[in-house]
């Protein structure tokens, strides 16, 4: 795709895109883009087979002006049955005769055009101050469908003792058994709209799973499941193009005072394995909020995610029921004919 003015071209990524970098100060983002590449191959295979093959890679789109790559949008299955996608926007190198908002406007378009067959939504995620980026996806029939925090660990990291969790419970890595107990967790975070939008099923969570993920366990004798545990909070990983640690924090609407305890234990892990790590929460969590920033974690901005969605709400057959015609309730009286004599009950001589 080629805008009107012929400088800035819009296309899927490709190896001659890959030459322009190597003698340029680019050149670090060749592994990166290289691994991009291959996956976008194996990528466009898999909508080759629409009925046969769920896709699982990413597929890249760059935007370049003159032999130069300005920006990168990645798009990523955001469920494993292929109908809701992620978009991820990177800016590389500043524009130099196109507005950075005709780039992105280009790029999300030709995303949506060229979408798999089975994609019915898509999401991204981007900072609440970035107007530029929010008028082209509200042009572009993106709504806010959810608000979140970010905080980095603190620097020194807290050290705070890593074994003091709550009593008779376990920190456990996310795995295919455990995966059904964070389902609860991460239904319990999102809205009605944003679950008919990403379209998720528990076996989802497993693609969020990695370094610093886990899940805090608790027995529960009324809970059946993983030894008849339940889950009180979890960490899950957010998938990136840029490889970075994103871990969100999942837990219970109410807040569970075993959490004073064990949240403080989780982020000391985090802090001390992985102090790049970056950390998000739902913004209306206020007391989340509180008690992360009492741990000294910086906050550093508010984020908004917003979705754009092919899915038509279906009405229910009560509601259409109610909702007949007059005419068509009138019918069943038939008015239009005469009424019939009532009979006499009079002796006849």
């Known amino acids: 795709m080629e805008s009107s003015s012929s400088s800035l071209r819009v296309e899927p990524l490709k190896a001659t895109h890959l030459s322009w970098l190597q003698a340029t100060d680019q050149a670090a983002l060749l592994p990166r883009l290289q691994t991009c590449l291959l996956r976008g191959w194996i990528s466009r295979a898999e909508s080759l087979l629409p009925g046969v093959l769920i896709s699982r890679q990413p597929l890249a789109l760059v935007a370049s002006e003159h032999e130069q790559i ?38 999300i378009k030709l995303a949506l055009l060229g979408a798999h067959t089975r994609s019915r939504s898509w999401i991204l995620r981007c900072n609440e101050t970035d107007s530029i980026l929010l008028a082209v996806l509200r042009e572009l029939g993106f709504q806010p469908i959810r608000t979140f925090c970010r905080w980095r660990p603190p620097a020194p990291p807290s050290n705070h003792d890593q074994t003091t969790w709550p009593d008779m419970s376990r920190w456990v890595a996310i795995d295919r058994r455990s995966a059904s107990l964070v389902w609860p967790l991460d239904q319990a975070s999102t809205t ?17 799973r990695g370094p610093g993920t886990g899940i805090l366990l608790s027995p529960s004798v009324e809970t059946s499941g993983s030894n008849g545990s ?32 064990g949240l403080a234990s989780m982020l000391a892990t985090v802090a001390k394995d992985h102090p790049q790590a970056t950390l998000i929460c739902n913004s209306e969590d206020t007391t989340a909020k509180e008690r992360i920033n009492a741990l000294g974690w910086q906050q550093l901005d508010n984020g908004l995610l917003l979705g754009r969605s092919l899915w038509r709400r279906q009405a229910s057959p009560r509601r259409l029921q109610a909702t007949r015609p007059l005419e068509s309730m009138l019918g069943r009286l ?16």
Not at 192 to 208: G, K
Not at 340 to 348: F, G
């Open 230 to 261: 339940v889950a009180i909070a979890a960490l899950v990983r957010q998938q990136r193009c840029d490889e970075a640690l994103v871990l969100e924090l999942l837990r219970e609407p109410a807040w569970d005072e075993r959490l004073d305890q």
């Open 192 to 208: 009605s709209h944003q679950r008919q939008i990403v379209d998720r099923r528990p076996e989802d969570l497993l693609d969020q």
């Open 334 to 349: 038939q008015p239009q004919r005469p009424p019939l004599p009532t009979p006499s009950s009079a002796r006849i001589e």
């Open 70 to 107: 300005r920006t990168l949008l990645v798009i990523r299955p955001h469920n494993r049955q292929g109908s809701c996608w992620r978009l991820e926007l990177q800016q590389l190198t500043a524009s130099t005769e196109h507005s950075q908002g005709q780039i992105n406007r280009e790029l």
